[in-house]
């Protein structure tokens, strides 16, 4: 990852059984015009091309992804409709031609990559917006021309895909072009930390783990947490606003005396988690604002945007790696806190994300090969009296930094039937609103600023 993309990205055409064929531009036309089942209209027809000259999918960086067999590739869909995976910046004519490369990799005996099954676009199955074309070009098709060999292939645990199909038959009229579709993709199940043995390279790092409990590793928690409301609420609007992973950090204050730690303070990282050139500044920045205000750096949040709000192999690594670093070199205790936040989880009570404060204890001495064990933090939540100018300035940084962002939540789409994904962003944060209501006009203008970012 770390390695500069070649000045001349190879084009790589090998698409197995599925590649698309490429139309020219008269094509495309009569594509469009057409009506009858003997035409144009096959499903090889409609390429990415396609679907960019009529608006249904823009160009943009890190918009699609494909996952197989616990592993994620990422790519760049680029204005004459070819695909650049990130990885290596190697080019790609259509979605089979680098599913198929992709699955290759991970399994050599692959035959094919299904690419419009397999490729997602801002996690939404490319053959959703074939299928969307369809209906608005060709509303007489035979549909089943759009499905025929775009099997799920994403086969990450071993279930069988969600089928949404008969949930759809159902939904409200004029909803299905806006709705934001639920994820079709395999859930990634999570397990319990005795289940996974001595630390394996071959495991995937993104496998969710379940929280223990102190008490079920014989343990008192050894430091009692408070957090203020307005840590919730940025966090929360922070993690709202895109579908990628964000992180950000937690400043406060330790007492070793009552050892207890608050926390008073997030800050954003207004940056993208492969962006390693812009990290250093970021984090740098971050420092100065905590010694301004007399803050200690005291933990961190990243976002899980549509899984559950569980740490993975990885986020246990990382959280251990923070507790040691805050521990210092004289050895003295200070606590390190995590928290992830799952705003778009479809198992969520509500609308309200699901925020989880959650500590490492090291594996036992003897087994110093194990993971470390996840722990469920108990936290006392403090409701502040109002809305800091410093809160509400990070908002509206954050609001210009993804405003032109290709993974900005599209807040006038619907996040379930009933509910935009507006509707869900202030009905989550109202859930850590201040006493002084003066704040809601406040915000209102907030979500105005994000209702005009489309």
């Known amino acids: 990852m770390g390695s500069e993309p070649p000045s001349s990205p190879q084009v790589v055409e090998d698409g197995g059984e599925e590649d698309e064929e490429e139309l020219s531009g008269g094509e495309e036309a009569d594509l469009r015009s057409s009506s009858g089942r003997g035409s144009l209209l096959t499903r090889r027809g409609i390429t990415l091309r396609v679907l960019l000259k009529d608006g249904l999918v823009e ?62 676009y801002r996690g939404q199955k490319l053959v959703q917006y074939k299928t969307t074309w369809l209906h608005k070009y060709q509303p007489s098709a035979d549909m089943s021309l759009v499905s025929e060999d775009d099997d799920d292939e994403d086969e990450e645990e071993g279930k069988t895909a ?140 990243h976002s899980h945007p549509r899984g559950p709000a569980l740490p993975s192999l990885q986020d246990i690594d990382s959280q251990m790696d923070h507790q040691l670093r805050l521990q210092g070199s004289n050895n003295g205790f200070q606590p390190c806190l995590g ?40 936290v006392t939540y403090v409701q502040d009296n109002f809305l800091t100018s410093d809160v509400l300035n990070e908002m509206m940084l954050l609001v210009d930094y993804y405003r032109a962002a290709p993974d900005l939540v599209q807040f006038n789409q619907y996040w379930c039937p009933d509910t935009t994904m507006m509707d869900k962003i202030k009905g989550s944060l109202s859930c850590h609103a201040p006493k002084d209501q003066a704040y809601s006009q406040i915000l209102e203008h907030i979500y105005s600023q994000l209702c005009n970012m489309h």
């Open 59 to 120: 160009p943009g960086d890190g918009v699609l992804a494909i996952h197989y067999l616990g592993k994620n590739f990422v790519g760049d869909l680029l204005n004459d409709g070819k695909i650049r995976w990130v990885e290596t910046g190697q080019i790609f004519n259509s979605p089979s031609a680098w599913a198929t490369h992709c699955k290759r990799l991970v399994n050599p005996a692959k035959k094919s990559g299904c690419g419009w099954a397999s490729v997602r």
């Open 162 to 301: 969600v089928q949404t199909d008969e949930k759809n038959k159902n939904t409200k009229p004029g909803l299905h072009d806006v709705m934001v579709s639920r994820r079709t993709d395999r859930e990634r199940v999570p397990v319990r930390y005795c289940t996974l043995g001595t630390r394996d390279a071959a495991r995937d790092a993104h496998t969710l783990v379940e929280l223990s409990a102190f008490s079920a590793i014989n343990r008192f928690q050894p430091f009692n947490v408070a957090v203020s409301s307005n840590v919730l609420l940025l966090m929360d609007f922070h993690c709202h606003l895109t579908t990628s992973e964000v992180v950000g950090y937690l400043g406060g204050r330790w007492d070793t005396n009552t050892q207890l730690l608050t926390v008073l303070r997030a800050f954003p990282c207004r940056t993208r988690l492969a962006d390693r050139d812009s990290a250093s500044a970021v984090e740098e920045e971050i420092c100065q604002n905590l010694f301004m205000r007399g803050l200690s750096l005291v933990g961190w949040y």
């Open 339 to 378: 928290i992830i936040c799952g705003p778009y989880y479809h198992g969520n009570q509500g609308v309200a994300s699901t925020i989880t404060p959650f500590w490492v204890v090291p594996p036992p001495e003897q087994r110093p090969n194990d993971y470390g064990i996840p722990v469920a933090v108990e």
